[in-house]
């Protein structure tokens, strides 16, 4: 099988990573002239463990090269971004889409499969991408096959789970669902689950939208026990212990590229009826000020205070920063002065040794990454380099009872 994917980045790379490696030719297409290069030379431009060796070995093997401009292939995946529009809704923006789907049109044959993976607002396909091949004389569902297959990875783990999880397979129509089911049977051993488009597509973005919003219910917690007195961390611990309860865990705030962008594809759908999701937005957006006022708290208002805040990535064990919560943090307390230094070993490339000069004359700590290596930390001896030894732990990662020199706080404490 031939195949074309546009699009060489978080998605785009490892999904060519897992065809080539299983017996596909795949050609790979990205505007970008530096990552192709790159790409060619058997390197990669992003952080994804086990990714590096495969794409250097499908390299080496001639299964898999990158390069400018498409080519005939028997199926086309699309894996562009799709990012909010500036507009009030936040809606969903199908530029990139629209622009890869016309960038194969002339190469597009009868009896071709093109599948998007991108994750798209309700009813893209249908309106928006149907249209630009029917367009030039091609019926969907009978010369050519048009499906969206939205990936539901996680960064960090792409590889295991983009053959283990289960797959969403909506075609336009039922055939466009079957020639899409036979492309992924190729390595994927989850369950293949068949659907149309427009099902497809919304079960995507409500995926992250349940998890924007249980975590919104938990952020929301924090501040309303803040408010009783009451610990919350203890109170989501209890409330979960009953069989039919999982509160998700309270933060700084929800980063990344899918939560906190795909609940406003469906909201800017239906603004009237989507109220809840666009409150849980609103909340976790307000977390980043929520950290940066009990920091204030914490260090007694005194700008000239150094604050040392772990963790840049929007997640824990992994250098990706964007729309991280701890960038909007950092930038509140910037923006009023504050002294703020920052150690975050995945983004910065900084080792322990450098925690010497960062925390000297430090007044706090603060926790805003769940990095499995601020779990190791003697904080006893980081307390001893410290003008203050205190530190807020935002992820509840540190376990309070281990450290006696270092005075340590997170959300189940009243500040
Ligand atoms: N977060 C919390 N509390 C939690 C869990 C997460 O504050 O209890 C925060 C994280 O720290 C991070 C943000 O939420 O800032 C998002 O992290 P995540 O691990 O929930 O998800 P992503 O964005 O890395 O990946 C999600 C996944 N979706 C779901 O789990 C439903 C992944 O499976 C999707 O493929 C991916 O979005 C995507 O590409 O859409």
Redesign the pocket.
């Known amino acids: 099988m031939k195949i074309c994917i546009i699009g060489l980045g978080y998605?785009g790379l490892p999904t060519a990573a897992m065809f080539s490696s299983n017996g596909c030719d795949v050609l790979g297409v990205d505007l970008n002239r530096n990552i192709v290069n790159l790409i060619n030379n058997g390197s990669i431009h992003i952080h994804e463990p086990g990714l590096k060796e495969i794409i250097g070995e499908s390299i080496k093997q001639g299964t898999f090269k990158a390069q400018l401009i498409p080519k005939s292939a028997d199926v086309f995946i699309i894996s562009v971004p799709t990012p909010n529009k500036e507009d009030e809704y936040l809606s969903c923006d199908l530029s990139y889409v629209i622009q890869a789907c016309k960038s194969i049109v002339q190469y597009v044959q009868k009896g071709n499969i093109i599948i998007i993976e991108s994750?798209m607002a309700p009813r893209s396909t249908e309106d928006y991408l149907k249209p630009i091949f029917e367009d030039i004389g091609l019926k969907v569902g009978k010369d050519i096959y048009l499906a969206h297959c939205p990936?539901?990875?996680?960064?960090g783990n792409i590889l295991f789970?983009l053959v283990n999880n289960d797959r969403i397979i909506g075609g336009v129509t039922s055939s466009c669902t079957n020639k899409a089911a036979k492309v992924y049977e190729v390595f994927v051993k989850g369950n293949i689950i068949k659907t149309n488009a427009k099902v497809a597509e919304m079960s995507?973005c409500v995926?992250?939208t349940?998890?924007d919003v249980n975590?919104a219910l938990?952020n929301e917690l924090v501040k309303i026990c803040n408010k009783l007195d009451v610990n919350s961390l203890d109170v989501i611990e209890i409330a979960n212990k009953h069989p039919r309860v999982n509160i998700?865990?309270?933060?700084p705030?929800?980063?990344?590229?899918?939560?906190a962008v795909?609940p406003y594809f469906i909201y800017s759908k239906a603004p009237e009826e989507a109220k809840l999701i666009k409150a849980a937005r609103n909340i976790n957006l307000n977390m980043p000020k929520f950290v940066a006022d009990k920091i204030k708290i914490l260090t007694k208002y005194d700008r000239t205070s150094k604050v040392v805040i772990f963790g840049v990535s929007?997640?824990g064990n992994i250098g990706d920063i964007r729309e991280?919560?701890s960038l909007k943090v950092i930038d509140i307390l910037k923006k009023e002065k504050y002294n703020v230094e920052v150690y975050d070993p995945y983004v910065n490339n900084q080792q322990l040794e450098n925690l010497e000069t960062i925390l000297r004359e430090a007044s706090l700590i603060t926790i805003l990454t769940?990095h499995n290596s601020f779990k190791n930390i003697n904080y006893d001896d980081l307390a001893k380099l410290m003008k203050n030894p205190l530190l807020f732990d935002t992820r509840n990662i540190i376990n309070k009872e281990r450290f006696t020199r270092m005075k340590i706080l997170n959300y189940g404490d009243i500040i």
């Open positions: 998605i994750t990936e539901r990875v996680l960064p789970e995507k995926e992250n349940f998890r975590i938990a998700l865990n309270p933060g705030g929800v980063g990344g590229h899918c939560l795909d929007y997640k991280s919560p769940d």
